[in-house]
Nanobody, 122 residues
Framework: QVQLVESGGGLVQAGGSLRLSCAASGRTFSTYGMGWFRQGPGKEREFVARITWSGGRTYYADSVKGRFTISRDNAKNMVYLQMNSLKPEDTAVYYC???????????????WGQGAQVTVSS
């Protein structure tokens, strides 16, 4: 497993941008697919974006497609989520996750970060 720590959350006005970072520890980071999930108040955790171990393929939830971009730097053990054109409905705690399967569901990930709060004001 890898240990994950998110950073970069905060408060932003609608239409603004934020970049979340996820720092991973462990020599096997580059073998894991990585994902971002979010959980809004009173809601279940939902898939946002994922990226394959090589960074060659990315996948997005329809709700963020065209606005969010996931990327990774295996040399630095980092994963990023660039969020543009933010909307109030993007308000949530965002979680970074690592998994050998790394699909679109939380149970396909073995390691999770502690979460970063993103609040978008209208």
């Amino acid at each position: 497993q890898v240990q994950l720590v998110e950073s970069g959350g905060g408060l932003v006005q609608a239409g603004g941008s934020l970049r979340l970072s996820c720092a991973a520890s462990g020599r096997t980071f580059s073998t894991y697919g990585m994902g971002w999930f979010r959980q809004g108040p009173g809601k279940e955790r939902e898939f946002v974006a994922r990226i394959t171990w090589s960074g060659g393929r990315t996948y997005y939830a329809d709700s963020v497609k065209g606005r969010f971009t996931i990327s990774r730097d295996n040399a630095k053990n980092m994963v990023y989520l660039q969020m543009n054109s933010l909307k109030p409905e993007d308000t949530a705690v965002y979680y970074c996750a690592a998994g050998s399967v790394a699909g679109g569901y939380p149970n396909s990930y073995e390691s999770w970060g502690q979460g970063a709060q993103v609040t978008v004001s209208s």
